[in-house]
């Protein structure tokens, strides 16, 4: 088994908000805390809109696990990041270390204690016993050990949002990527990756835009 | 350094762990809802989390006292939020919704929501629910028992029957009832004696059913939102399916990633814009014209479908001269749109067939939107794509079961299943009833008002307010039920103050107080009553998907606080109203755990199959239905067809029309018209309802165009006794059916007798087989033709295209035309922006529902006006700054301003879920203490204007004018 | 390990007699740097649902995975 990542794809994502409610229904996540969120660039301009779901990315080399004054950041055999917010003094270094703004600084009172940092588990819980109220109430509810994957990504009304095991969410993802002639390298960073110049981003890019081979109508 | 899970100590759960724990984690229940009161919530949102108002004991907490952990059990049921049909496993312990898992098996929606479907759970919960009954004492909320609150006001209801005549009220059902309900909200309405009722499809599609039902047959989406899949080119306009029915998408971006192209036509940049191959701008209210210009270039090219229009289309060639008229010149006067783009969306339809439509209320909400969807049918049969799959007009309802309450509701003009209200469907629906047609007659202050339309919800407020003399009925309206609608949906906000304001009783029934009860105790102190109806969450039934395909509920939770399920609150009504016998005559009553009388459901759906058989609701029994819930995972999410297991044959929900009766096993019928298919395998052709010739050309269809083994291979007229005996089929009727069936047509035949001789024995369909209809010769219009919006900025435009002349008494009330659209020609130089409205993906309707629900109100916390930068800045305005938006009826709302290139420069969009302020002010006050939504913002509608379509009195939402200035 | 349970334990007690009930969790006295300081968890199967049969628990994963792919169940 890999390790459990999270993909979006923008050539679905619409923005609709479902990952951020599901996730707010599964963990009754308070309000003013976005353990999910949808971000959209160039919202309005026509051609260039892009619309992608973020959250913890539960990265392999976790800059909030590196910068925790308390170390209170652990990472699961299945590469999820979690944190015991028993030992969290809710300082924000992971706030300022994250680069997709995934830690949460709820007003007061969340999962039981106040002014500790709360972010999206994978749907994992987290220090507690699994299922307990107590898991509950600090981290919310743990569906990987019910075998099942995080709910916004299970909910998603496109399939935008995929989660799971990074071999199985990168087979779902290519066996889309090859129906659609392509589509997908022009995804968000693509070009910042590997060079908006580059003969291969540009070959690339030709083959994704080619029209489709001309289909005889019904009315000839 | 990275910790592992394996630095754990060997063993089970830690006994460290566990100590901890227990040192400062209170042990609390297992009702999620406590944790989540005193978990910040409350703090977040301000004065909503103030406590229960009421001292009373919820069901929910009551069950979580409860010591033993129940187990988690499994309900299921249906998103309540859009025409869909998203279903939802709700997870339910100790009589409490815990949890909500997604349903992979749906054929439909595979597990995916958005964000409304994906909170409905919060709804099981309700904080912000009307919790008892409440009536307005001295201008405050006082809160009463049922028997009270059913005392007072069925004795006032009956004063004003006795002193106005029963048309002094009027009722407003719902297109969030279930089935059942809807369609005993008609008969409720009926044995009051009115046919002043109507529900939320007045404004949503009224247009698009009248205007689709002459076309063709039937008023609905012809194919599904599944069968898209086969789509080579999708054409939107007036939809905003990202947010308005974002699980589509779903179905619409695999029909894309397969090499479909999709083109989005709006006067706005919208979220599904922003998925399209090519987006094109029109101005609002301009969609005949480039459907015009769009036809144009398909006939010059000839890529219009000679054999399809010659054998079943009737009139194209006027549709042709029309569209001739449309040069790339004028469209783009009219419509803003250059040539190239039009011939784009020309050529992308023909060469990519099939090739679908899709429309919404960007094209029903106009004074032209009958001839706006006839259009776009014209487009569609020009190019055959109609009884194709991949093809057809798939249009996509708004509510729920908008489509059901259509079909089978409280409909002005009609009796369940489009039977209309002339004596013989009168006479048909009381021998379904078991009731005397002379009683129901009684009830009507006269036959020519029971034969009459009533008043349509989008001009109640004209049947308060107009003068006595020229309104065409006996009084003006004295008393209006809310029973389900939100008042901020309909346009005229300032005379609906008024009207509230003039009316002797307001009674509101509703989960959610609504903005009825904030606006009306703004302007009253006495006469105001609200009712608390459970949630479709809360019982069971079925509801109608766009798709025409039928679900089940499962009842989730017992309903919370006081509220009641609305057929049981319409059987109190009954009893007291002394016609509950009648009411119920072939439906058996249960005793609900307060002991009150509810009925039955199951029987109630049982009766409307025995007698809607012109739109086929007649085959879905509830049996057959909930094998379909229960056995979701073996229908195909392809072509809805299940292919094994104890549904095969059958596609999913039995799309109607599922004709006959259950035993004759008729599969639902996935796509309307299509003659590829057996009528028994879901197959048809358009119907023959509009006579067998005009002006000396026949109407039947052409040789060899019957649906696939018909015995009668051409057009053909619809069945009845006569027809069966010239053909020599009356024999194979039962003697039974012989008796019930004789002197009757398909339609009125109770036994079912002609329509299974008809289908299964000859592979005929029973309404018969006939051409579409290009030209409505019944419509004003019979051509659609481009007329200007009552408030245009374009006065020059008025000239060209005016509009219709005024109408004296249509639906009841007179209607204005020429004198508005003259009297504001030059409307323009004071309100120089168009004002058009719509959807955001997290609210639905007039909002008080989904704007009660935390976990959507926070991601849409201010109402707001889009605007283009180049319109702000030439108003000093700057995102994010509160500006007023005026509009010429005097209104003026205070709004954020959204600066965005969404919109372009002529153009303002404002969505239309919010209400609880009005023109400046907060309404708060003015709501039933707690029961306040927790986002609060202006209607759009306090500031729309006049301006009624011709055949439907559809209100215009989608093309007025407004200014805008800094606040 | 051992430390840091007696640690725990000593905050613990200490919460109790200082906090009373101001649910303020006990704060880490003793604490390695770059080490995880926290509790211990245990692994998703090895809760109540799977009872540590991870190759189940692992199919079962992959399995609903496929909830996720459409194409499953919407062939071209």
Redesign the interface.
Known sequence: MARMKFLCDTERCIECNGCVTACKNEHEVPWGVQRRRVVTINDGVVGQEKSLSVACMHCSDAPCMAVCPTDCFYRTEEGVVLHDKDVCIGCGYCFYACPFGAPQFPQSGTFGLRGKMDKCTFCAGGPEEDGSEAEFEKYGKNRLAEGKLPLCAEMCSTKALLAGDAVEVSNIFRERVIRRGGKGVEAIGWSTAYGKGSADADTRAAAATAPVPEKTGGAQ | MLVKRSNRPSGPASSAQADTASTFSAPRGLDRRSFLKSSGLAAGVGAIGAGLPFAMVRPADAASDSKAAGAVEMRRSVCTHCSVGCAIDAEVKNGVWVGQEPVFDSPINLGAHCAKGASVREHGHGEHRLRTPMKLHNGKWERLSWDAALKEVSEKLLAIREKDGPDATYWVGSSKHSNEQAYLLRKFVSFWGTNNCDHQARVCHSTTVAGVANTWGYGAMTNSYNDMQNAKAIFFIGSNAAEAHPVSMLHILHAKEGGAKIIVADPRFTRTAAKADHYVRLRSGSDIALIYGVMRHIFENGWDDKKYIEDRVYGMDKIREESMQWTADKVLDVTGVPDDQVHLIAETMAKNKPSTVVWCMGQTQHSTGNAIVRAMCNLQLALGNVGVSGGGTNIFRGHDNVQGATDVGPNPDSLPGYYGIAAGAWKHWCSVWGVDYEWVKGRYASPGLMEKSGITVSRWIDGVLEKNELIDQDSNLKAVVYWGMAPNSQTRGKDMLEAMKALELLVVVDPYPSATAAMAASVRKEGVYLLPAATQFETSGSCTASNRSLQWREKIIEPLFESKPDHTIMYAFAKRFGFEKEFVKNIKLDKDKQGWDEPNLEDTLREINRGTWTIGYSGQSPERLKLHMKHMDTFSAHTLKADSGPCAGDYFGLPWPCYGTPELKHPGTPNLYDTSLHVMEGGGNFRANFGVEKDGTSLLAGDGSASKGSDLPFGYPEFDHTLLKKLGWWDELTDAEKKAAEGKNWKTDNSGGIIRVAMKNHGCHPFGNAKARAVVWNFPDPVPKHREALYSTRPDLIDKYPTHEDKKAFWRLPTLYKTVQQQWKNVGKDFPLIMTSGRLVEYEGGGEETRSNPWLAELQQDMFVELNPATAAERGIRDRDWVWVKSPTGSQIKVRALVTPRVGTDTVFLPFHFSGRWMGQDLLNFYPVGAAPIVRGESVNAGTTYGYDVVTMMQETKTTVCQIVKA | ?NS??HA??LA?SL??VLLGGC??????LD????????????????????KGDKAT??S???A????????R????
């Open positions: 390990m840091l349970r725990a334990l613990a919460s109790l649910k303020e969790s006990p704060q880490v604490k390695k740097a770059g080490e995880y300081q926290g509790k211990v968890d245990t692994r998703p199967w090895e809760g109540p649902a799977y628990w692992e079962d994963l992959r609903r995975s496929g909830n996720q792919n459409e194409l169940r919407m062939p071209d």
